[in-house]
Protein backbone atom coordinates (compact mmCIF):
# COMPACT_ATOMS: atom_id res chain seq x y z
CA UNK A 1 0.00 0.00 0.00
CA UNK A 2 2.56 2.72 0.85
CA UNK A 3 4.31 1.69 -2.43
CA UNK A 4 1.05 2.88 -4.11
CA UNK A 5 0.70 5.49 -2.85
CA UNK A 6 3.92 6.63 -3.45
CA UNK A 7 3.47 5.66 -7.34
CA UNK A 8 0.03 7.79 -7.08
CA UNK A 9 1.77 10.70 -5.80
CA UNK A 10 4.59 10.23 -8.39
CA UNK A 11 2.27 10.37 -11.01
CA UNK A 12 0.55 13.76 -9.73
CA UNK A 13 3.47 15.48 -9.30
CA UNK A 14 4.52 14.52 -12.85
CA UNK A 15 1.03 15.62 -14.21
CA UNK A 16 1.08 18.80 -12.58
CA UNK A 17 4.64 19.67 -13.63
CA UNK A 18 3.16 19.02 -16.91
CA UNK A 19 0.59 21.17 -16.09
CA UNK A 20 2.97 23.70 -14.72
CA UNK A 21 1.17 23.89 -11.84
CA UNK A 22 4.24 23.15 -10.09
CA UNK A 23 7.57 23.78 -11.06
CA UNK A 24 10.74 21.80 -11.97
CA UNK A 25 12.65 21.90 -9.05
CA UNK A 26 9.59 20.50 -7.04
CA UNK A 27 8.45 18.26 -8.80
CA UNK A 28 11.40 16.44 -9.12
CA UNK A 29 12.18 16.47 -5.78
CA UNK A 30 8.62 15.01 -4.72
CA UNK A 31 9.36 12.23 -7.63
CA UNK A 32 12.42 11.50 -6.59
CA UNK A 33 11.31 11.25 -2.73
CA UNK A 34 8.40 8.85 -4.30
CA UNK A 35 11.02 6.77 -6.50
CA UNK A 36 12.89 5.81 -3.02
CA UNK A 37 10.00 5.02 -1.02
CA UNK A 38 9.09 2.62 -4.19
CA UNK A 39 12.17 1.25 -3.30
CA UNK A 40 11.49 0.34 0.08
CA UNK A 41 12.85 3.48 1.93
CA UNK A 42 11.35 5.75 4.53
CA UNK A 43 8.67 2.75 5.31
CA UNK A 44 9.44 2.97 9.22
CA UNK A 45 8.39 6.54 8.79
CA UNK A 46 4.74 5.54 8.31
CA UNK A 47 3.07 4.80 11.41
CA UNK A 48 -0.26 5.18 10.60
CA UNK A 49 -2.41 2.33 11.75
CA UNK A 50 -4.20 0.93 9.06
CA UNK A 51 -7.12 -0.12 10.77
CA UNK A 52 -8.59 3.43 11.01
CA UNK A 53 -11.75 6.00 10.32
CA UNK A 54 -11.71 8.84 8.31
CA UNK A 55 -11.88 7.10 5.13
CA UNK A 56 -7.73 7.20 4.56
CA UNK A 57 -7.47 11.02 5.14
CA UNK A 58 -4.21 10.12 8.08
CA UNK A 59 -2.78 7.51 5.34
CA UNK A 60 -3.07 10.26 2.95
CA UNK A 61 -1.17 13.13 5.15
CA UNK A 62 1.37 10.50 6.56
CA UNK A 63 2.50 10.33 2.89
CA UNK A 64 2.53 14.00 2.12
CA UNK A 65 4.07 14.51 5.16
CA UNK A 66 6.83 11.48 4.38
CA UNK A 67 7.55 12.95 0.94
CA UNK A 68 7.71 16.68 1.90
CA UNK A 69 10.27 16.58 4.40
CA UNK A 70 12.38 14.25 2.62
CA UNK A 71 11.99 15.83 -0.87
CA UNK A 72 12.48 19.22 0.94
CA UNK A 73 15.96 16.92 2.27
CA UNK A 74 17.15 16.24 -1.50
CA UNK A 75 16.16 20.65 -2.15
CA UNK A 76 18.97 20.65 0.71
CA UNK A 77 16.32 22.17 3.03
CA UNK A 78 15.48 21.38 6.57
CA UNK A 79 12.49 19.08 7.75
CA UNK A 80 9.56 21.25 8.46
CA UNK A 81 10.77 24.01 5.88
CA UNK A 82 7.47 23.80 4.21
CA UNK A 83 7.31 27.44 2.49
CA UNK A 84 9.80 25.82 0.17
CA UNK A 85 7.54 22.66 -0.40
CA UNK A 86 4.26 21.99 1.30
CA UNK A 87 2.61 18.71 2.06
CA UNK A 88 -0.86 19.89 1.12
CA UNK A 89 0.41 23.00 -1.30
CA UNK A 90 2.91 20.88 -3.35
CA UNK A 91 2.79 17.17 -2.37
CA UNK A 92 -1.26 16.80 -2.50
CA UNK A 93 -1.49 19.15 -5.29
CA UNK A 94 -4.87 18.63 -7.54
CA UNK A 95 -5.54 15.63 -5.21
CA UNK A 96 -8.11 14.69 -2.51
CA UNK A 97 -8.38 11.78 -0.23
CA UNK A 98 -11.54 10.55 -1.73
CA UNK A 99 -9.40 9.67 -5.12
CA UNK A 100 -5.62 8.83 -3.86
CA UNK A 101 -6.68 6.42 -1.63
CA UNK A 102 -8.95 4.30 -3.49
CA UNK A 103 -6.47 4.63 -6.10
CA UNK A 104 -3.63 3.46 -4.10
CA UNK A 105 -5.65 0.38 -3.10
CA UNK A 106 -5.92 -0.54 -6.65
CA UNK A 107 -2.67 -0.05 -7.71
CA UNK A 108 -1.64 -2.08 -4.45
CA UNK A 109 -4.23 -4.77 -5.76
CA UNK A 110 -2.27 -4.98 -8.85
CA UNK A 111 1.15 -5.36 -7.65
CA UNK A 112 -0.27 -8.74 -5.65
CA UNK A 113 -2.60 -10.37 -8.35
CA UNK A 114 0.29 -12.93 -9.30
CA UNK A 115 0.62 -13.62 -5.31
CA UNK A 116 -3.14 -14.33 -4.90
CA UNK A 117 -3.04 -16.59 -7.69
CA UNK A 118 -0.06 -18.75 -6.53
CA UNK A 119 -2.06 -18.82 -2.78
CA UNK A 120 -5.17 -20.11 -5.33
CA UNK A 121 -3.23 -22.62 -6.40
CA UNK A 122 -1.87 -23.62 -2.79
CA UNK A 123 -5.46 -24.10 -1.86
CA UNK A 124 -6.80 -25.76 -5.21
CA UNK A 125 -3.55 -28.83 -4.56
CA UNK A 126 -4.65 -28.59 -0.71
CA UNK A 127 -8.56 -29.12 -1.64
CA UNK A 128 -8.14 -31.63 -4.33
CA UNK A 129 -5.35 -33.74 -2.01
CA UNK A 130 -8.43 -34.01 0.78
CA UNK A 131 -11.35 -35.26 -2.26
CA UNK A 132 -8.79 -37.91 -2.87
CA UNK A 133 -8.29 -38.86 0.71
CA UNK A 134 -11.78 -39.23 1.94
CA UNK A 135 -13.36 -40.35 -1.41
CA UNK A 136 -14.22 -43.18 1.01
CA UNK A 137 -15.54 -41.55 3.88
CA UNK A 138 -19.08 -41.47 3.86
CA UNK A 139 -21.32 -38.84 5.43
CA UNK A 140 -25.23 -37.35 5.68
CA UNK A 141 -25.55 -34.19 3.21
CA UNK A 142 -27.64 -31.78 4.30
CA UNK A 143 -30.15 -29.13 3.00
CA UNK A 144 -30.07 -25.98 5.39
CA UNK A 145 -31.18 -27.68 8.92
CA UNK A 146 -32.16 -30.91 7.14
CA UNK A 147 -30.37 -34.50 6.11
CA UNK A 148 -30.29 -34.87 2.90
CA UNK A 149 -28.92 -37.63 0.62
CA UNK A 150 -25.88 -39.29 1.81
CA UNK A 151 -22.42 -38.03 -0.28
CA UNK A 152 -18.85 -38.71 0.59
CA UNK A 153 -16.73 -36.59 3.04
CA UNK A 154 -14.77 -36.31 -0.47
CA UNK A 155 -17.27 -34.70 -2.65
CA UNK A 156 -17.93 -32.12 -0.12
CA UNK A 157 -13.99 -31.02 -0.85
CA UNK A 158 -14.18 -31.31 -4.45
CA UNK A 159 -17.59 -29.34 -4.66
CA UNK A 160 -15.56 -26.82 -2.44
CA UNK A 161 -12.97 -27.48 -4.71
CA UNK A 162 -15.12 -26.46 -7.65
CA UNK A 163 -16.83 -23.78 -6.44
CA UNK A 164 -13.87 -21.67 -5.67
CA UNK A 165 -12.16 -22.15 -8.55
CA UNK A 166 -14.99 -22.65 -10.90
CA UNK A 167 -12.89 -25.96 -12.29
CA UNK A 168 -12.95 -29.69 -10.21
CA UNK A 169 -10.41 -30.88 -12.59
CA UNK A 170 -6.44 -30.09 -12.03
CA UNK A 171 -5.53 -27.97 -15.01
CA UNK A 172 -7.35 -24.51 -12.88
CA UNK A 173 -4.09 -21.99 -13.48
CA UNK A 174 -5.21 -20.63 -16.33
CA UNK A 175 -9.25 -20.38 -15.42
CA UNK A 176 -8.20 -18.63 -11.67
CA UNK A 177 -5.87 -15.78 -13.80
CA UNK A 178 -8.89 -14.94 -16.37
CA UNK A 179 -10.93 -14.50 -13.67
CA UNK A 180 -8.68 -12.28 -11.29
CA UNK A 181 -7.98 -10.68 -15.24
CA UNK A 182 -11.81 -9.99 -15.36
CA UNK A 183 -11.96 -9.07 -11.31
CA UNK A 184 -8.85 -6.42 -12.24
CA UNK A 185 -10.77 -5.05 -15.18
CA UNK A 186 -13.51 -4.20 -12.74
CA UNK A 187 -11.37 -2.49 -10.52
CA UNK A 188 -10.82 0.02 -13.30
CA UNK A 189 -9.25 3.49 -12.10
CA UNK A 190 -7.97 6.92 -13.56
CA UNK A 191 -4.22 6.17 -14.00
CA UNK A 192 -2.74 5.48 -18.21
CA UNK A 193 0.25 4.65 -19.14
CA UNK A 194 2.17 6.94 -21.00
CA UNK A 195 3.21 5.77 -24.78
CA UNK A 196 6.51 4.67 -23.87
CA UNK A 197 5.23 1.75 -21.43
CA UNK A 198 4.61 -1.39 -22.69
CA UNK A 199 3.10 -3.21 -19.73
CA UNK A 200 1.89 -2.54 -16.12
CA UNK A 201 4.94 -3.54 -14.86
CA UNK A 202 6.45 -0.12 -15.03
CA UNK A 203 5.05 2.07 -12.46
CA UNK A 204 7.55 4.87 -12.99
CA UNK A 205 5.65 5.55 -16.33
CA UNK A 206 2.11 6.08 -15.15
CA UNK A 207 0.60 9.36 -15.43
CA UNK A 208 -2.72 10.57 -14.05
CA UNK A 209 -5.47 11.45 -17.28
CA UNK A 210 -5.32 15.36 -18.75
CA UNK A 211 -8.53 16.07 -17.52
CA UNK A 212 -11.15 14.77 -15.01
CA UNK A 213 -14.63 13.70 -15.81
CA UNK A 214 -15.84 17.06 -16.65
CA UNK A 215 -13.08 17.12 -19.34
CA UNK A 216 -11.57 20.50 -17.47
CA UNK A 217 -7.69 20.69 -16.48
CA UNK A 218 -7.39 20.40 -12.69
CA UNK A 219 -7.99 23.19 -10.19
CA UNK A 220 -4.94 24.79 -8.89
CA UNK A 221 -7.08 25.34 -5.30
CA UNK A 222 -8.40 21.54 -5.27
CA UNK A 223 -5.73 20.11 -2.62
CA UNK A 224 -7.51 19.54 0.45
CA UNK A 225 -7.20 16.00 1.89
CA UNK A 226 -11.22 15.31 2.32
Known amino acids: MVKALACVKQACAQTNQEFELLDGERASAIVKACEEIRGGKLRDQFVVDVIQGGAGTSTNMNANEVIANRALEIMGHEFGEYKFLHPLEQVNLSQSTNDVYPTAVKVALHFEIDLLIEAMEVLRISFAGKAAEFKDVLKMGRTQMQDAVPMTLGQEFSAELAART ?47 RCGKKPHRNRNTTS
Open 166 to 212: GNSSNDTANSQAVLLKKIWSKLSFRITLSPAAEKYGDPGSWRLPRHN
